[in-house]
């Protein structure tokens, strides 16, 4: 079955970095796009950043915007975010997923996903 695993998370000052990767098995990864989405305490799950199916296209939220970055690997099965410049309200779960191809999407939403990782949780202390 599809598994997506996400790792990397953790307790970080404001201004740091994390590196999440999420490693796919059990789908054709260069045949999806990538996603990563967060969901803070009481708030709805919303979209971080996108990649397409062989990197050649990146989308992020305005958020996030000059200080994440995504980028996959597909002989590694995996996608990352770089995430820079981190600051309190980037704290949430980060969850990682994969969907598609559809021709023109960005992959901001969340029902353009398949599957869904378990999440790996981002605390960032100001």
């Known amino acids: 079955q599809v598994q997506l695993v996400e790792s990397g998370g953790g307790l970080v000052q404001a201004g740091g970095s994390l590196r999440l990767s999420c490693a796919a098995s059990?789908?054709?990864?260069?045949?999806?796009?990538m996603g990563w989405f967060r969901q803070a305490p009481g708030k709805e799950r919303e979209f971080v950043a996108a990649?397409?199916?062989?990197?050649?296209?990146?989308y992020y939220a305005d958020s996030v915007k000059g200080r994440f970055s995504i980028s996959r690997d597909n002989t590694k099965n995996t996608v990352y975010l770089q995430m820079n410049s981190l600051k309190p309200e980037d704290t949430a779960d980060y969850f990682c997923?994969?969907?598609?191809?559809?021709?023109?999407?960005?992959?901001?939403?969340?029902?353009?996903?398949?599957?869904w990782g378990q999440g790996t949780q981002v605390t960032v202390s100001s």
């Open positions: 997923a994969a969907g598609g191809p559809y021709s023109g999407s960005e992959y901001r939403l969340t029902y353009e996903y398949d599957y």
């Open positions: 990649i397409n199916w062989n990197g050649g296209s990146t």
């Open positions: 059990g789908l054709i990864f260069g045949g999806k796009s």
